[in-house]
């Protein structure tokens, strides 16, 4: 309470605490890991030889990552009661990917902080990896509870419409088509392996193919889904859809 | 506090309350929820068209999958404060994977509970998949943070050697090159495509060949690490390593 305080309206920082106070909706605690969360790795590494513990961002992306995947998991499952884990694992992918933070991220103009740091060329995955590691922050600061709090209503319920991603279209064949036609070009695909594995289920290896150049492959229980995969493999790679993984 | 003195001496259920008290440590309060993470989908799919809401353990699966995930994570953050995100990450596959969850789960004989709600063919995937689906219902029935504590101290610090994990191989194209100097086959590795990102990075495209013919391809920023990727997917095909994506 003090620190609070103290962090509010006395120290020498209280001006970023204002700001990170309009985003989080409390008044922060360790000040030290949200300055950690801004500092982008091509800023620490120039003198972090030296130095024994690391200082950028990275380790706090890592644990926010894992902070916003179970904030989203549980969202998911408490929202959608009669829905499998197929559809949950779908929309939390539709939710969380990199494309999505790094909007978010955006939004809630974490640039700012970045540049604060120090950052000077700041790119768009550098926004969506800085949103993670500021969940990780906020995870140490504030504990599991509050920063669900924070991802639930100042992240997901604000700038994640749940109910258009419903109907988004994850149909990467057609996707894929659409773009063959209209640069005519022609998409074919193959089967590059067929097996059984030792459960004894048939397994698939598929090879998408444009203009007969083999462009992903991809593999998967039926012929049908592993066309999915490589067809998003190879949305990506031509640059039509971003990767959820990045 | 009532519920679990009735849960643990009361109930019709005080023998499954017991059980589950050596694993946990605590005292259950839903039930119904650990029901729920040891009914396979093979049982709930006999009648469950009539019914509204899914009662395998599935979507339990999915959230648990996550929890473990971020404890994990958390975990490895505090133990390593001195390494970086890629160790983080890499350490927790070999935590969490597909087989180091079947094992922790026959430690734990949930395949008792597993028959006790009518199971008979219990293959080692279902036994790695209900200890997700445990972890969701310990979740739900007391919260994050007895959650993480459940996981660290009868999970993780019981039955994982973090110090033996450290130096695991995970050189798979040494580990591809034992296999085939064994069998008296050739390996060998072919580079499919090379590119520039968007980012202007490159980016390799590698298969590997057993005896000259594809195994598996994989894709990475640098030809060496495309080259463990392409391995140790050929390695999970060929059956030496399990996959730790499940």
Known sequence: MVRKFINFFVSSDKLFVKELFKILGFVPVNLYLYKRAFTHKSLS????????????????????DAILDSVTAEYLFRKYPSQDEGFLTQMRSKMVNRKALNEIASHMELDVFLKQLGATRISQTMMGNTFEAFVGAIYLDVGYNRTKKFIINKMLRQYIDVHHLETVNTNYKSQLLEYSQKNHKTISYSVLSHYRTKNNRERFKIAVLLDGKSLATAEDFSKKSAEQKASEKALIQIGIISSNKG
Do not use: H, V
Request: zero cysteines.
């Open 45 to 64: 590494s120039k003198d972090s030889k030296s130095k024994r513990y690391p200082t950028n961002n990275e380790r706090l992306e890592f644990l926010g």
